[in-house]
């Protein structure tokens, strides 16, 4: 599995462990929901800061969503 993949499908299981829905990260973020759609599918790249925010928020390292490390 690609990076990209593996972001899209570690944001998909967190998103769903907060039992939160596309649309609320997607605001969240300041974007569509079919953008974020896009990221959980593995389809686009994210800019860092997106990244950082996406970490801080499911306080996970960037490494974790990345599938650089298993520890979150």
Known sequence: MGP???????????RMEKRMRQVDIAELLGI???HY?????????IPTLTLCIL?????????????????R
């Not at 990209?4 to 967190?14: F, H, N, S, T, V």
């Open 4 to 14: 990209l993949k593996i972001l899209g499908e570690r944001l998909r299981l967190l």
């Open 32 to 34: 569509t929901q079919a």
């Open 37 to 45: 759609q896009r990221i959980e599918k593995g389809k686009i790249n």
């Open 55 to 71: 970490a801080d928020y499911f306080e996970v390292s960037t490494d974790y969503l990345l599938g650089r490390s298993e520890e």
